[in-house]
Structure formats: structure tokens, C-alpha cells
């Protein structure tokens, strides 16, 4: 299988990334920020024997994004995709919240609406036509302690399982992953409490095996995902009342996820 993954520097694109080429993807298209890691990452993946294609890439440039696209789709009909840049928000300035919408949303809008068109333009010599977006499980409920990072997510949750039922009629899959604390170089900086605290490798050995069954909304782990729904299904009042009891994660940065 030809597999493209963006934000696959560090965290679970970077593991996203591994476990494909361990698990025999054929061609792995990648991209990041940081040039350095990302060359590191596709060392590792060359050692598992995966053909490597890398690329550094600001997913919020949509031209940007379509000519790596189709520069990737000429090189091995991609069939599966897995949007999963994004960021944290910080502080809740003005610049750091559109910072946070412009990849977190408009990132993932340039990668999603490029592989849909290449979908369609191009059905032929592709095993299966997959596009995974990785939200959160930070999406399911307004949280007082990061409203841009938890609105980015909600967001594409939301959209992205509405675009699964409209685009199934055309054969092309759509899946929406919602982690919860799963260790980045973010999770690495975290002060608070994590429970259900998981490895990257581990959260993308789940995602992919959820991604092969077709599972439209792969949430984890089921605590984590069973207390998010609870406090989304609960009276708003209380809700923000449980909401502002979170605790921050440190001063710079008060998202619990």
C-alpha cells in the first residue's frame, strides 16, 4: 500500500509512519517542519525497508500542499492518506488561536480536499481510496482550558465524519481518529495528570489496525473516550462547571491534551 503521512516528524505521525513501513507499506510519501527530524524519521523507516519519499511541507500553503500531492501521486497512486499535522495552542492570543485554525483546520482542509480530488480524478490502480484525519478526544466536549485547540478538533470531527457518509456512495473512506494523551514532543512538556497515558507506537499500531476495518470514528482509550461523551451529553451548566476544574498543564500551555 502507498501511504502519505503529514506532521510525521515526531509524535504519532512520526510513529504512524514507522509502523507502516514495518508493517509492509510499500511506498511511504512524508512530510513535517523540521527538516532534521523528518530525515530521521525517514531514515528509520528505510531500515524497515519501505520505499521513502520526503518532503518539507507548510500544510497551511494550499499550492504548496496540491503540487506535493500530485508530485506524491505520480510517484505510486497513494491509497491511503493520513492527515495528522496539527498544533497546540499555547496561550489563548490572538495570534496563537489563528495560528491553531490555520493548521489544525485549514492544514487539514488543504490535505483532505487535495486527496478527494485525486480520488476522484484518478479511481484506477489503487487498492483502496482512505483518508484518515486525526482530531481528538479533546473534540467531544467545549473545554474552558483550550478553546482553540479543542474548537480546531471538534471541528474536524465533526466535518470529517459528515464527509465519510457523503463521499462512502463514491467508494472513497473517510475516518476520524480521536487520541487521547499519546506521547509527543507536546505530552513530553505536559505538568498535569495524563491518564490512560499511552506510547505513540502503540496508539498508531491501533489506529492502523481500526484504519483496516474501516472504523469511521477510532476513539481511545474507552475511559478516556467514555468520560469526553459523558461530559458532552450532560447538562451545558454542569459542563462548564466540570470544565473549568480541569487542571492546566503548565504556564505556557493550559490544554489538557
Do not use: H
Not at 490535505?111 to 482512505?130: H, I, N, S, T
Not at 486525526?134 to 482553540?148: D, E, M, Q, R, W
Not at 457518509?165 to 509527543?184: A, D, Q, Y
Not at 481511545?220 to 466540570?242: D, G, H, K, T
Amino acid at each position: 500500500m502507498n501511504v502519505l503521512v503529514t506532521g510525521a516528524s515526531s509524535g504519532i505521525g512520526e510513529a504512524l509512519a514507522v509502523v507502516s513501513a514495518r508493517e509492509g507499506a510499500d511506498k511511504l510519501f512524508l512530510c513535517g517542519r523540521d527538516e532534521a527530524r523528518l530525515a530521521a524519521v525517514s531514515g528509520k523507516c528505510r531500515a524497515l525497508g519501505a520505499q521513502v519519499f520526503a518532503r518539507v511541507v507548510d500544510v497551511t500553503d494550499a499550492a504548496a500542499v496540491k503540487t506535493w500531492l500530485a508530485d506524491c501521486d505520480a510517484q505510486g497512486p497513494l491509497e491511503l492518506v493520513l492527515s495528522n499535522a496539527g498544533v497546540a495552542t499555547g496561550r489563548e492570543t490572538s495570534e496563537n488561536v489563528k495560528k491553531t485554525f490555520a493548521v489544525n483546520v485549514g492544514g487539514n482542509l488543504n490535505v483532505v480536499l487535495g486527496a478527494v480530488d485525486l480520488f476522484r480524478a484518478k479511481p484506477e490502480g489503487r487498492r483502496v481510496r482512505q483518508i484518515a484525519i486525526t482530531a481528538s478526544i479533546a473534540g467531544y466536549a467545549p473545554l474552558a482550558t483550550c478553546p482553540a485547540y479543542a474548537g480546531t478538533k471538534a471541528a474536524m470531527k465533526s466535518w470529517g465524519l459528515s464527509l465519510r457518509g457523503m463521499l462512502k456512495r463514491e467508494g472513497i473512506r473517510v475516518n476520524v481518529v480521536c487520541p487521547g494523551f499519546v506521547r509527543s514532543r507536546i505530552t513530553d512538556r505536559n505538568l498535569c495528570p495524563m491518564p490512560f497515558f499511552m506510547e505513540a507506537e502503540k496508539a498508531a499500531e491501533i489506529i492502523l489496525a481500526r484504519l483496516r476495518k474501516n472504523v469511521g470514528l477510532v476513539a481511545f482509550p474507552w475511559p478516556m473516550r467514555l468520560a469526553v461523551w459523558f461530559l458532552s451529553a450532560i447538562p451545558w451548566r454542569l459542563a462548564e462547571f466540570v470544565s473549568g476544574l480541569l487542571p492546566e498543564k503548565n504556564r505556557d500551555n493550559r490544554c489538557p491534551f
